[in-house]
């Protein structure tokens, strides 16, 4: 079993950046792929970013280039920096881990709150 930490919500005016952090337990770290979704209020939940153990990542078109996802296979960690941030990006955003070694199993966090006024 993982559990999943995350931090470094808050709010932060547009434009302005924040790093998110998600802490997972366990010993098995590697043996997950990792990401982050994120929910706006009112709506469903959506893929942000992901990252593979070796270190391979995916985004959303709408955070390309603003965003970047990585990890630390050594402390388990896994972060989300957050630059240019905008209005749209206000979500509670989680992390989630992805069972490489038994496909479809997955854990998620109890998410962390950002907040971009317009």
């Known amino acids: 079993q993982v559990q999943l930490v995350e931090s470094g919500g808050g709010l932060v005016q547009a434009g302005g950046s924040l790093r998110l952090s998600c802490a997972a337990s366990?010993?098995?770290?590697?043996?997950?792929?990792m990401g982050w979704f994120r929910q706006p209020k009112g709506k469903g939940q959506l893929l942000v970013a992901t990252?593979?153990?070796?270190?391979?990542?995916n985004y959303a078109d709408s955070v390309m280039g603003r965003f970047t996802i990585s990890r630390d296979n050594a402390e388990n960690m896994t972060y989300l920096q957050m630059n240019s941030l905008k209005p749209e990006d206000t979500a509670v955003y989680y992390c989630?881990?992805?069972?490489?070694?038994?496909?479809?199993?997955?854990?998620w966090g109890k998410g962390t709150r950002v907040t971009v006024p317009s």
């Open positions: 990252i593979t153990r070796g270190g391979s990542t």
């Open positions: 989630n881990a992805a069972s490489i070694t038994y496909p479809g199993k997955m854990y």
């Open positions: 366990g010993r098995t770290f590697r043996n997950y792929a």
